[in-house]
């Protein structure tokens, strides 16, 4: 009887060392994909605050939360059952699809660049006398622009997430995704909240008699339009990074390996001249992938502006009754 129960115990203790391995599996698989994705959950956080700007707010905060509920329901009910298709149909489009989103996170940072360069006509202010938009419905307009641009991103980040974990089990698969999505979408939205509190709580910190407490609430106020300035340029550098550095790993995976073995060439060079090599070489490799990104992004404006956009317009006169 003893050795029966003590034989249970030694299974059980297999079964949780077993289980409790596949945790740390999950995880660490988790924690790679949510860092490659790191570029655009940087780009998110810094794009959706616009979103609850110019609301009362009393308002700020439910904006938020809809357009979190709606990122997770684009990650969880759509996204991870078509990545999790994807994987058991055709894995080979992974590479392809992975960089096609590439390309679009080069043309969208190529075209913050190009707007702080060139930047774009204001739109003209509504007339006197015009009438307003109903603040409801202008709400619900924001929102749902903000999904929308979610379900890009998000998708970018599930397609990422989708290549960390090509060769494991379909459980496994499903997890992580789930993970990722969930736990992205918890870390942007929660920053995002907040970033546009931010204000708010500076101005009760600055009215309270400690000094030192009301000069911090002080200096939040102040330092948050230069921090939203700094996020936003972070993120598109990001947008260049993770963009150029995914078509670039695509291309090794298709046989083309000349620029990714020249920028590991440059990388490996420059850490070898200088102190801290290790932090030098990575950095090294992103400025070449952001480099590559902008490069990437350029051509997709032009191509977008000059082909593609007249495409549509025709087909869109086209389908106009006479």
């Known amino acids: 009887m003893a050795s029966g129960l003590f034989a249970l115990l030694d299974d059980i203790a297999g079964i949780a060392k077993v289980a409790a391995s596949s945790v740390d599996d999950v995880v660490a698989q988790a924690t790679k994909a949510g860092t490659k994705a790191a570029g655009i959950v940087i780009d998110d956080a810094a794009v959706t605050p616009r979103y609850a700007v110019g609301f009362a707010a009393s308002r700020e905060l439910p904006i938020i939360w809809k357009i979190a509920l709606g990122s997770l329901k684009n990650k969880l009910l759509f996204l991870l059952p078509g990545a999790l298709i994807l ?22 940072g190529a075209e913050k660049i190009l707007e702080l360069v060139v930047p774009h006509a204001t739109a003209i202010p509504a007339a006197a006398g015009q009438a307003v938009l109903d603040p409801k419905l202008l709400e619900e307009q924001k929102i749902a622009g903000a999904i929308k641009t979610d379900f890009i991103l998000s998708a970018e980040i599930m397609a990422i ?103 590991h060439a440059v990388a490996a060079a420059v850490a070898a001249m200088l102190p801290l090599g290790g932090v030098l070489e990575w950095l090294t490799g992103a400025v070449f992938s952001a480099l590559f990104g902008l490069i990437v992004g350029g051509i997709a404006i032009v191509a977008m502006h000059s082909i593609v956009q007249p495409i549509m317009k025709g087909l869109r006169k086209t389908r106009q009754p006479a």
């Open 161 to 263: 997430t989708l290549s960390t974990v090509t060769t494991a089990s379909f459980q496994m698969q499903a997890i992580v995704l789930a993970l990722v999505g969930i736990g992205i979408t918890v870390l942007v939205y929660g920053a995002v909240a907040l970033i546009v509190k931010a204000d708010d709580i500076g101005l009760a910190l600055a009215r309270q008699p400690f000094a030192p407490v009301r000069w911090f609430g002080r200096g939040l106020v102040i330092s948050m339009p230069h921090f939203l300035t700094t996020l936003s340029a972070v993120g598109t550098a990001a947008m260049l990074w993770v963009g150029g550095g995914i078509i670039l790993h695509g291309l090794e995976t298709f046989g083309l390996t000349a620029l990714g073995h020249a920028s």
């Open 87 to 108: 994987a058991l149909v055709a894995p080979w489009l992974i590479t392809p699809l992975l960089m096609m989103g590439g390309v679009y996170l080069c043309y969208e």
